[in-house]
């Protein structure tokens, strides 16, 4: 259901639908056109979080993913979905 591809620093992931919206559910229902997300890495995550959360309705709760990041998404004003993550330890 997940694959990661990595060259050079840049890293590509790919989920199937289904369940990157059991990870994510802002993803549940979106059409197949609206399948990419974007997901950066940065520092500060609770504090990020923070002033997200007070700026956007739609953000998710900041949670632990399997693969070790503190993650939360927020949807785009093009339907698309943004990831933010810190790396745990």
Known sequence: AYALMAHGGVEL???????????VPLATGLPVAASVSFYFEV???????????????????????????????????????LGFAEAVG
């Open 13 to 23: 992931a790919f989920q199937q639908a289904a369940s990157f919206a059991h990870d």
């Open 43 to 81: 520092t500060d995550i609770e504090e990020f979080h923070a002033k997200t959360k007070r700026a956007l309705a739609s953000t998710t709760d900041l949670k632990l993913a399997w693969y070790g990041m503190r993650e939360f998404y927020v949807p785009d004003n093009n339907g698309y979905i």
